[in-house]
């Protein structure tokens, strides 16, 4: 019997070192109604579109400017990057037109958008820790 407790209490105590994920936090500028999808992604996904290892959807129901809060739990340590777009018109896809997407999107940047197709370094970042404050404008 006191086995049994031993083992009992020794499975209830986390292993020492054990690596809980992280947190990545911020919000996102938006300024027409629709469904947000907000995806972080690493390397792999990144080359899938309109895909990420984790997804974020929050209904919007006003055609108006605001910040809108998301959170990733448990993220483990490694390189993210954030893409998301605003499904104005409820299709479940990003529209795009002659130039480019039609719909508001987004991405966590590093430094100024680039010209052209984005690729996975221009919107990477490395989680060694919680991450807060991003803030992404959705256009």
Do not use: C
Not at 28 to 35: C, D, S, Y
Not at 40 to 61: A, H, N, V, W, Y
Not at 93 to 101: A, H, I, S, T
Not at 115 to 123: L, T
Request: proline share 6%; hydrophobic share 40%; no cysteine.
């Amino acid at each position: 019997m006191k086995r049994f407790i031993f083992m009992a209490v020794l499975m209830a105590v986390p292993v020492a070192g054990m690596a809980e994920g992280f947190v990545i936090s911020g919000s996102v500028l938006v300024r027409q109604a629709g469904v947000l999808h907000i995806y972080l992604t690493d390397e792999e996904q990144f080359s899938i579109p309109l895909s990420g290892i984790m997804e974020i959807r929050k209904d919007l129901e006003e055609n108006r400017k605001q910040e809108i809060p998301f959170s990733f739990t448990d993220v483990p340590e490694g390189a993210y990057g954030i893409r998301l777009y605003v499904d104005t018109n409820g299709n479940g896809k990003l529209d795009r037109g002659l130039f480019g997407p039609s719909e508001p999107w987004g991405m966590s940047w590093q430094g100024e958008p680039g010209k052209g197709i984005p690729r996975f370094e221009d919107i990477a970042f490395f989680v060694k820790r919680n991450i807060e404050n991003i803030l992404i404008d959705a256009r």
